[in-house]
């Protein structure tokens, strides 16, 4: 499908319809996914995937609208010292960021599947992101220090290894799975994510990450203040 063909299409069909149809063919949810990429960011994409979709838009190009949002977000971390309005701005861009990262794969789905360069790019984005967030964090608590301990140094750095770590796991999930079935094995039903489950991996989520980042310029009130 050429770009001007999907894009014809795409305005033939109202926005409500596309969102009806990407609700209807929505995946169900992994086993221990966080809530709030669950019941948050999944429709926030699907409304944005529709929005997308109708505008003519390519999953790379919807991929590129969620790397500009969210590298704002973490160029502002490392670059500004931290005050009220620097968090807002900041969990708000990661927010939404994250939203267009939910939909670049809805948008690849509408136009009939995605590509191997489009799942590429949308991987190192993702890689690069998870990694340049902590580093943001590392350099703000650097330069505007909270505290007069450089332990609270470590907690970045700890943070950047898990995240990585993790991120490296469920990719490496995902091709397992593709290798499983390729050979014609049947691969075993991992069951429906549930409510406790969603809820008590919240800590890993990041979408819940993103909302923590709120708070950036608590401690400017108190302590900053009164250097």
């Known amino acids: 499908?050429?770009?001007?063909?999907?894009?014809?299409?795409?305005?033939?069909?109202?926005?409500a319809d596309v969102v009806r149809r990407l609700a209807s063919a929505q995946k169900k949810a992994a086993r221990g996914a966080p809530a709030y990429s669950i019941r948050v960011n999944r429709p926030a994409g699907r409304l944005l995937a529709a929005w997308a979709y109708r505008q003519g838009l390519t999953p790379n190009q919807v991929t590129a609208i969620s790397?500009?949002?969210?590298?704002?977000?973490?160029?502002?971390?490392?670059?500004?010292?931290?005050?009220?309005?620097?968090?807002?701005?900041?969990?708000?861009?990661?927010?939404?960021?994250?939203?267009?990262?939910?939909?670049?794969?809805?948008?690849?789905?509408?136009?009939?599947?995605?590509?191997?360069?489009?799942?590429?790019?949308?991987?190192?984005?993702?890689?690069?992101?998870?990694?340049?967030?902590?580093?943001?964090?590392?350099?703000?608590?650097?330069?505007?220090?909270?505290?007069?301990?450089?332990?609270?140094?470590?907690?970045?750095?700890?943070?950047?290894?898990?995240?990585?770590?993790?991120?490296?796991?469920?990719?490496?999930?995902?091709?397992?799975?593709?290798?499983?079935?390729?050979?014609?094995?049947t691969a075993p039903d991992a069951g429906r994510s549930t409510l406790l489950r969603s809820l008590l991996v919240i800590p890993t989520d990041y979408g819940f990450l993103c909302i923590v980042f709120a708070l950036l310029g608590a401690p400017s009130c108190s302590s900053r203040s009164t250097r």
Not at 10 to 15: G, P
Not at 68 to 82: E, H, K
Not at 118 to 142: P, Q, R, T, Y
Request: aromatic letters at 10%.
């Open 1 to 15: 499908m050429t770009a001007g063909t999907a894009a014809t299409g795409a305005r033939a069909e109202s926005y």
């Open 67 to 185: 790397a500009a949002f969210t590298f704002t977000g973490i160029a502002l971390i490392a670059l500004v010292q931290p005050a009220a309005w620097l968090g807002i701005a900041v969990w708000l861009l990661l927010a939404v960021g994250y939203a267009f990262d939910s939909a670049d794969g809805q948008v690849a789905r509408l136009r009939g599947g995605g590509s191997l360069s489009g799942e590429w790019l949308d991987h190192v984005v993702d890689c690069i992101k998870i990694s340049s967030l902590h580093l943001a964090v590392l350099v703000s608590m650097f330069r505007w220090p909270a505290t007069d301990s450089d332990a609270w140094l470590l907690v970045p750095v700890v943070y950047a290894i898990v995240a990585a770590a993790s991120f490296f796991a469920m990719i490496l999930n995902d091709q397992l799975k593709r290798v499983h079935q390729v050979s014609g094995a």
